[in-house]
């Protein structure tokens, strides 16, 4: 069996004090992955560089903004049904973005971004897959309130 090289990914899951979540309008670009779709701010580590670096630089670099702390949530990984020779692993970071950092912000890849909130959020019909499942979690353990119910 050949084995398959993996391509380190990294995602930055950048939220701010009011619980809204920054998305960007990814360009219409056929060689990038999601062309046109919403996600997440992100990209490939290069070699020798951390997942923790990687994903501060694509965020200073797609925005300008050089976050001081990421905190690492999430894993993914996906075969080579969908990506032919190659694995993708796609690791995800919150990114938290204070009034001041967003006010800084400049767009330097992708059509847009916006802020969404997280009742915004499901209503998104062009919301690229892998980032949504990684949204989903985040909100579901970390931002929303958690009510333990015991079972009987």
């Not at 916006?114 to 690229?128: D, E, G, R, T, Y």
Request: charge should be neutral; proline fraction near 4%; glycine fraction near 4%.
């Amino acid at each position: 069996m050949m084995s398959k090289r993996i391509v380190e990914c990294v995602g930055a899951l950048i939220f701010d004090d009011e619980k809204k979540i920054c998305l960007q309008e990814r360009d219409d670009k056929l060689e990038i992955n999601c062309p046109g779709l919403w996600g997440l701010f992100g990209g490939t580590a290069t070699k020798n560089e951390s997942l923790e670096e990687a994903v501060k630089r694509e965020v200073f670099e797609e925005l300008l903004i050089l976050p001081k702390k990421v905190d690492f949530f999430l894993k993914l990984e996906l075969n080579s049904f969908i990506y032919g020779d190659e694995i993708k692993s796609r690791s995800f970071f919150s990114v938290f973005f204070s009034k001041e950092d967003k006010s800084k912000i400049v767009l330097k890849e992708g059509k847009s971004y916006k802020f969404f909130s997280v009742s915004q959020i499901p209503h998104i019909k062009n919301l690229a897959p892998a980032d949504s499942c990684a949204i989903t979690m985040f909100t579901h353990h970390f931002l929303q309130p958690r009510q333990i119910t015991p079972i009987v």
